[in-house]
């Protein structure tokens, strides 16, 4: 194996191992401000203690989550060495300005909070709380304004042989970040949704203790809204997504659908089973129209084909392969998709129940939303390969190759040497991760956080 795929292997192992923590730590902070809200506005304990319960749920993930993701910055000024000189002018800036404002942020009121219970007063102790959520949402924002000049390339000028800023705002305003900052935003929002419906049906099918059951019923009626509001929202921002992806990048569409010759009106397909050297067709389920009302919301106008953006890619940029893994990018696309579609039908089912209020009385919907936190979890994992992968051959597209930014000085000896550390060690982080969060999510919020009196059910019986 060569350096340039070792290098691949250990940034695609290391970034999909920190993103498992990132969603959540977005996602779930604004769920942990609303509970506080809720205390302090009500006096109850009860929200109390569900802040704190699902406040060190929180601080477990987001501490995970920190450690995990040092490793990838330091990767761009070793294994992609290259790509760091090459774009590091552009590149850097947005990541400084995440560390040095956002996290310091995060960080530095995350602390306040932590420490702070009884020791600030109660408002300003809530105020720490949205501020961690607000600079949880803005480093995400710097990184994802990084990460969308890889993906649309603006505000910069070639010179000595290095993409050099041009216009900050430009880079700022990138169309790309308009498009993928909400959709990773309101994915992070489902996925929290998501692991607060799936821990708080656990206690509901587990527990005997009534105090214990009416806090998570609480937390159950919370999230069944949000990751019902937060799914639907996430399939409308990503279809402007897509549409927008058919514009910057079309070879990425056509390899996601192994659309093989353009197409008017253009199908998508449910299955195929192609010939992919060929770039043809052996088997295939297509819907007619699809497609183009993906690209353009009507069912019909051309959608290019692989065959069609290789020649025009060879015209533009020369002599070369510009067509990305196909099976990658067509199975990704269809994991992300299907993962999505059934958090809609879950999310529906649990908001269903909370507006009949039959929470207690639906043992299949709280068994399915236990299994069902992985569904937002392979649906951002899937998501983030497909972007990236879909990319290829591109590093940053239309101006450097990925061949193009691995370190020359990295050898493919200390490549596996590294590769297989990494993985040891985030295989023990994520071992940490699932055992401190399953220990502290089957001890519930019930005992003496509760205030006598305060617990009383607070669903009806059934009907």
């Known amino acids: 194996m060569d350096t340039v795929l070792l290098a691949r292997w250990q940034f695609a192992i290391t ?49 995970i989550g920190v450690a995990t993701g040092i490793v990838m910055e330091f990767q761009f000024g070793m294994n992609w060495a290259e790509y ?11 990541l400084a300005i995440e560390a040095l404002l956002a996290f310091f942020i995060e960080s530095t009121f995350l602390g306040l909070w932590v420490f702070g219970w009884d020791r600030l007063p109660k408002k300003v102790h809530l105020a720490c709380i949205w501020l961690v959520a607000a600079g949880s949402n803005l480093s995400a924002l710097w990184i994802l304004i990084a990460n969308s000049f890889m993906q649309e390339p603006v505000g910069y000028v070639l010179r000595n042989g290095r993409a050099e800023m041009r216009d900050f705002a430009a880079l700022v305003f990138n169309p790309h970040v308009l498009v993928q900052f909400p959709h990773v935003i ?47 929202a996430v399939t409308i921002v990503g279809h402007g997504q897509a549409q927008h992806m058919v514009r910057i990048q079309p070879m990425k569409m056509a390899s996601a659908e192994a659309l093989w ?30 497609l183009s009302f993906l690209a353009y919301n009507r069912f019909d106008g051309e959608v290019k ?80 390969i497909f972007t990236e992968i879909g990319r290829s051959p591109w590093i940053v597209f239309g101006l450097q190759k990925i061949s193009d930014g691995v370190s020359k000085a990295v050898t493919a000896g200390e490549l596996w040497l590294s590769l297989a550390g990494f993985t040891l060690i985030y295989a023990a982080l994520m071992a940490a991760d699932v055992y401190l969060l399953a220990k502290f999510a089957r001890a519930g919020v019930a005992g003496k956080d509760l205030a006598a009196g305060d617990h009383g059910s607070s669903e009806p019986a059934r009907a």
């Open 261 to 290: 010759e353009r197409a008017d009106p253009a199908p998508m397909s449910l299955f195929t089973w192609g010939d992919e050297p060929g770039k043809r067709d052996v088997w295939a389920v297509k819907v007619p129209g699809l």
């Open 305 to 384: 084909g692989v065959k069609d953006l290789q020649a025009e890619y060879e015209q533009r940029y020369g002599p070369g392969d510009y067509t990305p893994p196909i099976k990658w990018t067509y199975w990704t696309f269809r994991l992300m998709a299907g993962a999505g579609m059934l958090m809609v039908l879950l999310s529906a089912w649990a908001a269903a129940a909370v507006w009949r209020r039959r929470i207690d009385s639906s043992p299949w919907l709280l068994w399915w939303l236990v299994p069902g936190i992985a569904l937002p979890y392979i649906a951002h994992s899937t998501g983030w």
């Open 186 to 232: 309101t994915g992070a929002m489902a996925l929290a949704g998501f692991f607060v419906l799936g821990i708080s049906a656990w206690q509901l099918r587990r527990s005997g203790d009534e105090a214990n059951r009416d806090a998570f019923r609480r937390s159950f009626r919370i999230a069944a809204v949000y990751a019902l509001l937060a799914s639907i």
């Open 84 to 94: 760091s000189r090459f774009v590091g002018d552009i590149f850097g800036a947005p």
């Open 15 to 63: 970034s999909v191992y920190h993103f498992f923590f990132v969603p959540l730590t977005l996602g779930l902070v604004w769920i942990v401000a609303g509970l506080q809200t809720a205390w302090v506005v009500t006096g109850r304990e009860v929200w109390k203690s569900l802040t704190k319960f699902w406040g060190k749920l929180f601080l477990i993930n987001f501490a």
